[in-house]
Protein backbone atom coordinates (compact mmCIF):
# COMPACT_ATOMS: atom_id res chain seq x y z
CA UNK A 1 0.00 0.00 0.00
CA UNK A 2 1.27 3.63 -1.17
CA UNK A 3 0.58 6.54 1.34
CA UNK A 4 0.81 10.16 -0.53
CA UNK A 5 0.58 13.30 2.01
CA UNK A 6 0.71 16.69 0.79
CA UNK A 7 1.46 19.51 3.00
CA UNK A 8 0.49 22.56 1.07
CA UNK A 9 0.91 25.92 2.51
CA UNK A 10 -0.54 29.08 1.14
CA UNK A 11 1.12 32.14 2.58
CA UNK A 12 -0.76 35.71 2.26
CA UNK A 13 0.73 38.65 1.22
CA UNK A 14 1.36 40.80 4.56
CA UNK A 15 -0.94 43.10 2.25
CA UNK A 16 -4.01 41.55 1.87
CA UNK A 17 -3.80 39.67 5.02
CA UNK A 18 -7.00 41.36 7.49
CA UNK A 19 -7.60 41.18 10.70
CA UNK A 20 -11.10 39.16 12.30
CA UNK A 21 -12.60 42.13 12.47
CA UNK A 22 -11.41 43.98 9.32
CA UNK A 23 -12.68 40.33 7.45
CA UNK A 24 -16.07 40.71 9.58
CA UNK A 25 -16.89 44.24 8.41
CA UNK A 26 -15.96 43.54 5.02
CA UNK A 27 -18.34 40.44 5.11
CA UNK A 28 -20.96 42.38 6.55
CA UNK A 29 -20.75 44.90 3.73
CA UNK A 30 -20.62 42.49 0.59
CA UNK A 31 -23.95 40.79 2.60
CA UNK A 32 -25.23 44.29 3.07
CA UNK A 33 -24.72 45.19 -0.67
CA UNK A 34 -25.92 42.14 -2.28
CA UNK A 35 -29.84 42.34 -2.94
CA UNK A 36 -30.28 38.81 -2.93
CA UNK A 37 -29.26 38.54 0.83
CA UNK A 38 -31.53 39.03 4.21
CA UNK A 39 -28.66 40.43 5.84
CA UNK A 40 -31.17 41.29 9.47
CA UNK A 41 -31.31 36.92 9.41
CA UNK A 42 -27.67 36.43 8.84
CA UNK A 43 -24.88 36.25 11.71
CA UNK A 44 -21.20 36.06 10.96
CA UNK A 45 -18.28 34.83 12.83
CA UNK A 46 -14.90 35.03 11.55
CA UNK A 47 -11.86 33.44 13.55
CA UNK A 48 -8.42 33.60 11.44
CA UNK A 49 -10.09 34.47 8.27
CA UNK A 50 -12.87 31.58 8.42
CA UNK A 51 -16.07 32.74 8.12
CA UNK A 52 -19.44 31.36 9.51
CA UNK A 53 -22.66 32.03 8.45
CA UNK A 54 -25.51 31.43 10.89
CA UNK A 55 -29.38 32.17 10.75
CA UNK A 56 -32.69 31.24 9.26
CA UNK A 57 -33.82 32.27 6.10
CA UNK A 58 -36.91 31.93 3.84
CA UNK A 59 -35.70 30.61 0.80
CA UNK A 60 -32.72 28.10 -0.52
CA UNK A 61 -31.51 30.97 -2.80
CA UNK A 62 -30.76 33.62 -0.02
CA UNK A 63 -28.24 30.76 1.98
CA UNK A 64 -26.41 30.08 -1.37
CA UNK A 65 -26.48 33.67 -2.22
CA UNK A 66 -25.06 34.49 1.15
CA UNK A 67 -21.74 32.34 0.67
CA UNK A 68 -21.48 33.70 -3.13
CA UNK A 69 -21.01 36.96 -2.08
CA UNK A 70 -18.56 36.35 0.51
CA UNK A 71 -16.39 33.06 -0.86
CA UNK A 72 -13.92 35.25 -3.07
CA UNK A 73 -13.37 38.15 -0.54
CA UNK A 74 -9.37 39.00 0.30
CA UNK A 75 -8.87 37.43 3.72
CA UNK A 76 -11.25 34.43 3.36
CA UNK A 77 -10.06 31.38 3.54
CA UNK A 78 -13.17 29.25 3.99
CA UNK A 79 -17.31 29.50 4.80
CA UNK A 80 -18.76 27.13 6.65
CA UNK A 81 -22.74 27.80 5.54
CA UNK A 82 -24.88 26.81 8.68
CA UNK A 83 -27.87 29.05 7.96
CA UNK A 84 -30.97 26.73 7.68
CA UNK A 85 -34.03 27.37 5.51
CA UNK A 86 -37.50 28.24 7.78
CA UNK A 87 -39.59 25.74 7.15
CA UNK A 88 -43.13 25.90 5.17
CA UNK A 89 -46.25 24.18 6.23
CA UNK A 90 -47.62 21.80 3.92
CA UNK A 91 -50.78 22.34 2.36
CA UNK A 92 -52.60 19.21 3.89
CA UNK A 93 -51.66 20.33 7.36
CA UNK A 94 -53.24 23.74 6.97
CA UNK A 95 -56.38 22.45 5.69
CA UNK A 96 -56.66 19.63 8.95
CA UNK A 97 -55.88 22.44 11.51
CA UNK A 98 -58.48 25.23 9.88
CA UNK A 99 -61.05 22.49 10.19
CA UNK A 100 -60.17 20.71 13.64
CA UNK A 101 -60.28 24.77 14.77
CA UNK A 102 -63.95 25.18 13.09
CA UNK A 103 -65.22 21.59 14.86
CA UNK A 104 -64.08 22.84 17.99
CA UNK A 105 -65.87 26.06 18.07
CA UNK A 106 -69.89 25.43 18.16
CA UNK A 107 -70.43 29.08 16.92
CA UNK A 108 -69.13 28.35 13.58
CA UNK A 109 -71.28 25.82 11.50
CA UNK A 110 -68.12 23.58 9.93
CA UNK A 111 -70.67 22.15 7.83
CA UNK A 112 -71.12 25.54 6.12
CA UNK A 113 -67.57 26.45 5.54
CA UNK A 114 -65.61 24.99 2.59
CA UNK A 115 -61.61 25.69 3.43
CA UNK A 116 -58.96 25.55 0.63
CA UNK A 117 -55.37 26.97 0.77
CA UNK A 118 -53.19 28.23 -2.01
CA UNK A 119 -49.87 29.81 -2.66
CA UNK A 120 -51.20 32.43 -0.14
CA UNK A 121 -53.13 31.04 3.04
CA UNK A 122 -56.62 32.21 1.77
CA UNK A 123 -60.22 31.00 3.71
CA UNK A 124 -62.97 31.12 1.25
CA UNK A 125 -66.40 30.74 2.19
CA UNK A 126 -69.70 28.76 0.65
CA UNK A 127 -72.38 30.85 2.87
CA UNK A 128 -71.38 33.74 5.03
CA UNK A 129 -70.89 33.37 8.75
CA UNK A 130 -70.74 36.07 10.65
CA UNK A 131 -66.93 36.79 12.31
CA UNK A 132 -65.36 33.41 10.71
CA UNK A 133 -62.53 34.87 9.56
CA UNK A 134 -61.51 37.17 12.69
CA UNK A 135 -62.25 34.07 14.56
CA UNK A 136 -59.65 32.21 12.43
CA UNK A 137 -57.09 35.02 12.15
CA UNK A 138 -57.24 34.20 16.35
CA UNK A 139 -57.34 30.62 16.41
CA UNK A 140 -54.51 30.74 13.41
CA UNK A 141 -51.59 33.03 13.84
CA UNK A 142 -50.11 33.61 10.92
CA UNK A 143 -52.78 33.87 8.61
CA UNK A 144 -52.66 37.08 6.35
CA UNK A 145 -54.91 39.85 6.60
CA UNK A 146 -57.71 40.21 3.48
Do not use: C
Not at 9 to 27: C, F, G, M, R, S
Not at 47 to 54: A, I, K, M, P, R
Not at 117 to 130: D, H, N, R, T
Amino acid sequence: MKAIAEDIIVHVYPENQKTDTELAEAVANALEWHSAVATEKIKIKVEDGFVTLSGEVDWSYERTMAVHAIENLAGVRMVVNTITIKARPITEDIIKKIGSAFQRHASIDSEKVKVSVSGIKSLYQEQSAPGVKEKMRKMLPGLPPE
